[in-house]
């Protein structure tokens, strides 16, 4: 009963390194989303997407890059990294749409460090 | 855009009763919702309530809604030690991949 999984769940980089972080979810959910959580300013949306092969922008997408392969995972990509993306990441997935309740099921986050 | 707003602290005696307060600002919010993260973990919803309700009560929990304040509320009953945790106000528009945003978080501290 996996749900959600991110990895890796701990990351320390320097700045102007690359990283991705992975996420894979096994409820079949159309929709997923990659948040940044800072103290003080809750989550805060970087990417989205709506299905298989699709992303879009969310709040703070600047520095960023996601892809959408296949239906279950979902990759968030720096590709130089810097301080101020210091942070805890959490994916999270729904099954989305109109007439649905729109819960989201989160990933247990992987925290960032950039020096 | 949307905005959600809350306090960030709040403090109770174990046993009274705690109230969280939220706004928001899409007047197309369809649901709402009070998500819960405890340390280290990532956010599980606690309840939601849908935009046409004024109230929804789930045993400890009443959700109340004014949509013309758009302010949400969050009432626990008895509270217990267990319930301290960050609580996140959170509404979901109608359009635009149905994206929800979340508030800054209230951190629920409950005194024994």
């Known amino acids: 009963n996996a749900g959600v999984t991110q990895t890796p769940k701990f990351r320390v980089l320097k700045t102007g390194q690359s990283m991705t972080l992975l996420c894979a979810q096994d409820?079949?959910?159309?929709?997923m989303y990659w948040y940044r959580q800072d103290p003080g300013m809750g989550l805060r949306l970087i990417h989205y997407?709506?299905?298989?092969?699709?992303?879009a922008k969310g709040e703070v997408p600047d520095g960023y890059n996601v892809s959408r392969l296949k239906k279950q995972n979902f990759l968030l990509g720096l590709e130089s990294a810097a301080p101020s993306q210091t942070s805890v990441y959490f994916c999270a997935s729904s099954y989305g749409g109109a007439g649905l309740t729109g819960e989201l099921f989160f990933g247990e986050g992987s925290r960032l460090t950039v020096l | 855009g949307e905005d959600v707003e809350q306090s960030l602290f709040l403090s109770v005696r174990e046993g009274d009763s705690s109230v969280i307060n939220c706004t928001y600002t899409?007047?197309?919010?369809?649901?709402l919702y009070w998500y819960k993260q405890e340390p280290g973990a990532g956010l599980q919803l606690l309840t939601y309530?849908?935009?046409?309700?004024d109230m929804k009560q789930d045993q400890r929990l009443t959700v109340l809604l004014n949509k013309k304040d758009k302010h949400l509320s969050l009432r626990i009953a008895d509270t217990q030690t267990g319930d301290s945790a960050i609580y996140f106000c959170a509404e979901r528009g109608n359009t635009g991949g149905f994206k929800t945003i979340f508030g800054a978080g209230t951190r629920l501290f409950v005194k024994a």
């Open positions: 997407s709506v299905g298989e092969g699709t992303t």
């Open positions: 409820m079949n959910h159309e929709y």
């Open positions: 899409d007047s197309s919010s369809t649901y």
């Open positions: 309530i849908f935009s046409n309700m």
